[in-house]
């Protein structure tokens, strides 16, 4: 059926009309080409929100002490809600809390917490995070030497400490450095561990050491100002019930009103993960959509020139059939004609998009909302098959058109 | 005295059955409407012919007459109402469009008023056309099409395209082409309708000289020279037949 010969007769039906043929080729190509070029830009929009998410573990839930918006067993508003020891100690016992860590802020605020750090003359101010050793699970700090923080240097306060890469290559000029000792303000702590981090730089530019350790050095009493914990595999409505189990604990203990909004201010990073990927999800149909609306308008208008096409040649298609053309061959001839046009076309526009993305993502850096857009194989397959399905849609109303033409009537015409 | 008895048709293929039978088409009865607005059209009424094989034969008739209707009715380009119309001994009717187009291809050649060239192809491209439709190679087709071009005398206008020939030129250009499929009949609607008498006559001494290598040939005509040309005439007054001559 796709002889050369037939071959022969649709590229010279094509090249008897080259601007015609090139118009209907455009309109394809502007279609796929917009196809891609949006699905691209929605994957870009999503690898960079993904991005901002790998950072932590996204199914995670982090509570900080508040402040009392609503009087509660006869106590006042405005108090300040902070939590201690036994209130990680009572979290640990709910069942459904994975990995579980307190952050002790040293200067009483998340932000701000930077502490002199200094080896012989080099000194700096570092974010120092005292934590507890499930914390690596929670940032996915990567140790690359060494080991991270442990239970045993928990209870026994060691002044031990796992350090960025970037914090060793400041203070030593390398990252050889376990067994090192270094100076957080004044007090001296050994280096045990070296870690990296698949979040941005400034995840690196730290030091983590025991929160029990931090709460002894920097006057801390019991106090752990914020709690984080994973909870495996739960689902979004599941980790919203153990949310509510554990703000229910922490009312009880720290007295405050279970409903009270402002006490425990509480982060819920799965519902917010959910809730983003549901955002892109819509917002890449909604993309993928414009898309195909783009691809369609170049369907309708390879469909309408092709049509223009075969009412013009009218009396050659009854000349063809009077001469013992059968409907098969003028049929296939017709959809040879839109499948060729429309994937030499599709390609172009194809190789074009992603020609654009290649060059947008090496124009604009990755950022939290837009990192690395790209067509991926399954979007290029995809494309592939829209592609032939669209030239044989476009085809296949001029092609019954033709189908349908009697050999008297259409030789007659202009006579 | 035309008629060369005996003579064999193409031993091969669904033709071979049209040899065995003396008359090549056999007309019972055709009848045909057209269904014009909310009028119907008697075109044809009670339509029978005979056409014996290698005959030359003229259908006369004023305009209106139902002659192209006829002929298009022969050539299987229009379908008929009532009636039976034998080609060979296969009864034409109900025919799909695709065995419509294979026996077109295989039986009939058709020369036209208008030559019906394609316009964008050479004369030898037209000339080939039919054995495209044959699947025929490209290389054996213009080779035959360019004996058939010889044989109608315009081999070297073999790479011109029908504008740039004479209107006598163009429908010898269609006489090859009708003649390249080796059809068992031509079938002429008025094919000097468009050309200067000369030409005309030339055209008839071409379909005279294709009649007498033992072909089949039916021209419709309204001119009583072209007629006088041919052995028999039959006559259409209102898609009747009158007396035959
Ligand atoms: N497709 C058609 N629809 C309606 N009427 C037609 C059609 N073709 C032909 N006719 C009518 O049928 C009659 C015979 O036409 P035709 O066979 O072309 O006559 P002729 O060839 O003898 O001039 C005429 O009245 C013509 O108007
Ligand atoms: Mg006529």
Not at chain 1, 143 to 164: P, Q, S
Not at chain 2, 166 to 173: A, D, F, I, P, T
């Amino acid at each position: 059926m796709f002889s050369a010969d037939r071959w022969y007769e649709v590229l010279s039906t094509l090249g008897r009309n080259p601007l015609r043929s090139i118009l209907t080729a455009l309109a394809i190509a502007w279609g796929i080409f917009m196809l891609v070029l949006l699905l691209g830009m929605g994957r870009g929009l999503r690898n960079g929100t993904e991005k901002a998410f790998a950072d932590d573990a996204a199914n995670s839930v982090w509570i900080f002490g508040g402040s009392t918006s609503q009087p509660h067993a006869g106590l006042p508003v405005n108090r300040r809600i902070v939590f201690d020891n036994g209130a990680y100690d009572a979290l640990r016992g709910v069942d459904g809390v994975d990995k579980l860590t307190g952050r002790f802020f040293a200067r009483g605020a998340m932000w701000g917490n930077e502490l002199q750090t200094r080896v012989g003359a080099k000194v700096s101010s570092f974010d120092v995070r005292s934590v507890h050793p499930d914390h690596q699970h929670l940032e996915k700090t990567i140790v690359v030497a060494g080991r991270f923080l442990n239970d045993r240097d928990l209870a026994e306060k060691r002044k031990v400490t796992v350090i960025g890469e970037p914090v060793a290559e400041f203070l030593w000029g390398h990252t050889d450095v376990i067994g090192q000792t270094l100076a957080i303000s004044g007090v001296s702590f050994t280096v045990v561990g070296v870690f990296t981090d698949e979040g941005d730089a400034g995840e690196l530019r730290k030091l983590y050491i025991p929160i029990t350790t931090a709460q002894l050095a920097f006057n801390g009493a019991d106090r752990v100002n914020m709690l984080m914990f994973t909870v495996g595999d739960k689902g979004v409505g599941e980790t919203a019930a153990l949310v509510e189990e554990v703000k229910a604990l922490l009312a009880e203990r720290e007295r405050f009103h279970p409903a009270d909004p402002q006490a425990a201010r509480i982060r819920n990073n799965l519902e917010q993960y959910a809730t983003f990927q549901e955002i892109f999800w819509i917002l890449e149909l909604i993309i993928g959509g414009l898309g195909a609306l783009a691809l369609v308008a170049g369907i309708v208008g390879v469909s309408n020139i092709m049509i223009v096409a075969v009412n013009e040649r009218t009396r050659e298609i009854g000349v063809r059939k009077a001469l013992g053309a059968t409907p098969t061959t003028i049929v296939g001839t017709i959809l040879q004609e839109s499948l060729f046009l429309t994937t030499v076309a599709g390609y172009l526009g194809l190789v074009a998009g992603v020609a654009l993305l290649e060059v947008v993502s090496s124009l604009v850096p990755a950022s939290e909302y837009f990192a690395n857009p790209q067509v991926d194989l399954q979007v290029a397959l995809i494309a592939n098959g829209v592609l032939i399905a669209a030239g044989a849609v476009a085809g296949f109303f001029p092609a019954l058109t033709a189908a349908r033409l009697s050999p008297v009537v259409a030789m007659r015409e202009g006579a | 005295m035309w008629r060369q008895d005996g003579r064999l048709y193409g031993g091969s293929g669904p033709g071979s059955a049209l040899g065995l039978a003396r008359s090549v088409l056999r007309l019972n009865a055709i009848n045909k409407y057209y269904q014009v607005g909310s009028h119907r059209l008697h075109v044809l009424r009670d339509v029978d012919a005979e056409i014996e094989d290698g005959e030359l034969v003229s259908i006369m008739g004023a305009s209106g007459s139902g002659k192209s209707t006829l002929l298009n009715i022969l050539g299987i380009l229009d379908r008929y109402d009532g009636g039976e119309y034998w080609l060979g001994d296969t009864l034409v009717r109900d025919l799909s469009e695709t065995q419509a187009a294979r026996y077109r291809n295989r039986f009939i050649g058709f020369v036209f008023q208008s030559f019906n060239l394609l316009p964008f192809k050479t004369a030898l491209e037209n000339v080939a056309l039919p054995l495209y439709y044959q699947g025929v190679s490209r290389r054996a087709r213009n080779r035959t099409a360019m004996q058939y071009l010889e044989r109608v005398g315009l081999a070297e206008w073999a790479e011109h395209r029908p504008n740039e020939l004479s209107g006598g030129q163009k429908q010898r250009v269609a006489i090859a082409r009708a003649l390249i499929g080796k059809p068992k009949i031509i079938l002429a609607d008025e094919p000097t309708g468009a050309l200067d008498s000369a030409t005309s006559l030339q055209i008839m001494d071409l379909l005279g000289e294709i009649h007498a290598s033992g072909m089949t040939v039916i021209v419709v005509t309204h001119e009583a020279e072209i007629a006088a040309r041919t052995q028999r005439v039959i006559r259409l007054r209102d898609g009747k037949i009158e007396a035959a001559a």
